[in-house]
C-alpha cells in the first residue's frame, strides 16, 4: 500500500459531475471550476491513518475537522456502538420516555461541567446545540417578562454553526454573506487576539480594557436590556487559535452579569481533550451559564451533540413549560442511545489514568514544532494553543499570494501522505489526540519538506518535494 497521492487520475478521486452526491467547496477558485473539485473517495480508517479506494494511505493532521480525536474505528468506540445497537437501537428521548444511556451520559456530563448545578439537553450538531442554547435563552427571556432580550453578542471570525441562526452567530471573512446574513440582531465583537489585533505599544491589560469597553458601548448603543446572550469559544480555532489574555473572560462575564445577559462557552472544538481536560473554559477563566458541545463527544463515531445549562437557568425553562402549558421543540434523534453509548466510552476512555497527561505533554512537542516552523522561509506568523497549532503564509517571492501558496503546501502534504488544512493564507493543523510522538514528527517532517518546496517553487510550476 503506498503512502501518499501517486496520481490524481486514479480511481480514488472522481469527478463530481458522474455522481449524485452534492460537494461544496471553499474559495472562489474552487467554486468556479467547470464541474468542481475531484472527490477523493475514502473507505477505510484506523487509528490517524486513512485509505483511499485506490490504496492510499493518509495521515490525518486535521481530525477531520477536530472531530477525531480518539482517531478512527477506535475498537473500543466500535464494540460500544455495536453492542448497544444490539440492545436499544433507537428510541425517541421525549415525553418522560428516555434510553437509559441518555440518562447515564447526562449525570455524567453534568458531574463533570464547570456549570453550576447542571442539567443536560441533547442535539445531533454543534450548530444545533448553540442555536438550541439560544432558544432555550428566548423562552426564559420571555417568562420573565423580557421580550425585548432579542440580540446575541459573538465575536469577529468566530464559527459556531450552519444553521440560520449558528450562522449568523459566525463571521469569518465574507462567510455567510451569500445567504443574506446575518439575521438582525447577532452582533459582533473583536476577537482576543493580542498579537494581531493590540495596537502598537498597547499592554495585555489595556487591550483587555479596551475590548470590554468596547463591548460596554455596543451594550450602551443597543441598550444591555435587549442582549439575550454572549457566545464565545474559550479560544477560536477559526480566528487563529489565540488564547485569550488571562483577564478577558473575567472581566467580559462579569459585565455582562451585571445586566443579565448569559454566557455561553461554545467548546464543540475545544472541548474533550483537544485542552487536556474535558471542558477548556475553566483554564481561561470563563465560568458560563451554559455549555454547547459537539465533535469529540463521541470522536466521529455518532453524530451527537449536548448543551448544558445552569440550575437556575433550567429551573426558569421548567417554569416557563409549566406557564405555557407546553414545550413545542423538538430532536427526533437527540440523545439517540447509540450515540450516548459511545460518549460513554469516549468519557471512559479520556478519564484513564495518564492520558490527559499524555495530551498535555504532546501540546508541548506541537507548539515547538510551530514553533520551528516558523523560522522557515515564506511563513509570517504562528500561533498554538491545546493541541492545534496555525501558521500563516506571506506572499512568496516566487510570485505565488499567501493564499495560493498555503493551498500548494495542502496540495502536496496531501501527495505526501498528509491531510492538512489551508484556510486562505493560514493552515490549521489540529492532529487527533492519540498521535504517537513517532507519528507527529512524520507530520512535521512533511510539512516542513512540503514548505520549503512551496518557497522554492516559482507561481506557475508545479510543486514537488522530497519527503
Request: hydrophobic residues 45%; proline residues 5%.
Amino acid at each position: 500500500m503506498s503512502v501518499g497521492n501517486t496520481d490524481a487520475s486514479g480511481s480514488g478521486v472522481t469527478d463530481p459531475a458522474t455522481r449524485a452526491i452534492m460537494t461544496f467547496y471553499q474559495g472562489a477558485d474552487l467554486a468556479d471550476a467547470k464541474g468542481g473539485a475531484p472527490v477523493h473517495e475514502f473507505i477505510k480508517g484506523q487509528g490517524i491513518y486513512l485509505e483511499t479506494t485506490d490504496g492510499l494511505k493518509l495521515m490525518d493532521g486535521m481530525s477531520s475537522f477536530y472531530v477525531a480525536g480518539l482517531g478512527f474505528c477506535h475498537p473500543e468506540l466500535v464494540e460500544a456502538l455495536a453492542k448497544q445497537a444490539g440492545e436499544l437501537s433507537f428510541f425517541v428521548n421525549a415525553a418522560g420516555r428516555l434510553p437509559d444511556t441518555a440518562i447515564r451520559l447526562s449525570d455524567k456530563l453534568a458531574a463533570l461541567a464547570p456549570v453550576r448545578d447542571a442539567y443536560v439537553a441533547y442535539g445531533n450538531s454543534g450548530s444545533e446545540a448553540n442555536e438550541f442554547a439560544l432558544k432555550l435563552l428566548r423562552m426564559r427571556a420571555l417568562f420573565r417578562g423580557e421580550g425585548q432580550r432579542t440580540k446575541v453578542l459573538t465575536r469577529a471570525g468566530s464559527y459556531h454553526g450552519g444553521t440560520f441562526v449558528a450562522g449568523s452567530m459566525t463571521k469569518v471573512g465574507k462567510e455567510n454573506v451569500e445567504y443574506g446574513l446575518p439575521l438582525s440582531g447577532f452582533l459582533k465583537l473583536t476577537q482576543p487576539d493580542f498579537a494581531r489585533q493590540a495596537m502598537p505599544g498597547e499592554s495585555e491589560a489595556d487591550f483587555v480594557t479596551r475590548l470590554v469597553e468596547e463591548a460596554e458601548n455596543i451594550l450602551l448603543r443597543e441598550g444591555p436590556e435587549t442582549v439575550l446572550a454572549f457566545v464565545a469559544e474559550p479560544v477560536s480555532f477559526s480566528a487563529g487559535i489565540a488564547p485569550p489574555p488571562a483577564e478577558y473572560f473575567p472581566r467580559m462575564q462579569a459585565l455582562f452579569r451585571s445586566h443579565g445577559i448569559a454566557c455561553i462557552a461554545d467548546e464543540v472544538i475545544t472541548g474533550f481533550g483537544r485542552y487536556a481536560e474535558f471542558f477548556a473554559c475553566s483554564s481561561f477563566g470563563y465560568e458560563p451559564d451554559c455549555i454547547t458541545m459537539a465533535k469529540g463527544i463521541t470522536g466521529g463515531h455518532f453524530p451527537l451533540s449536548a448543551l448544558i445549562l445552569s440550575g437556575e437557568i433550567y429551573h426558569d425553562v421548567q417554569a416557563a413549560i409549566a406557564s405555557y402549558g407546553g414545550f413545542s421543540h423538538g430532536s427526533t434523534y437527540a440523545g439517540h442511545p447509540v450515540g450516548a453509548a459511545v460518549a460513554l466510552k469516549v468519557i471512559e476512555i479520556l478519564e484513564r489514568p495518564g492520558f490527559f497527561p499524555d495530551v498535555h505533554r504532546k501540546i508541548g512537542l506541537l507548539a515547538e514544532g510551530i514553533g520551528e516552523i516558523g523560522t522557515l522561509a515564506g511563513i509570517k506568523f504562528t500561533n498554538a494553543s491545546g493541541l492545534g497549532g496555525v501558521f500563516e503564509f506571506g506572499d512568496q517571492t516566487t510570485g505565488k499570494t499567501g493564499a495560493q501558496a498555503a493551498q500548494a503546501f495542502a496540495d502536496l502534504c496531501f501527495k505526501s501522505g498528509l491531510i492538512i488544512r489551508a484556510a486562505g493564507p493560514a493552515v490549521l493543523f489540529t492532529p487527533p489526540l492519540v498521535t504517537s510522538d513517532d507519528e507527529l514528527s512524520a507530520m512535521f517532517k512533511i510539512m516542513k519538506a512540503a514548505i520549503l518546496a512551496v518557497a522554492e517553487t516559482p507561481a506557475a510550476a508545479p510543486v514537488s518535494a522530497e519527503i
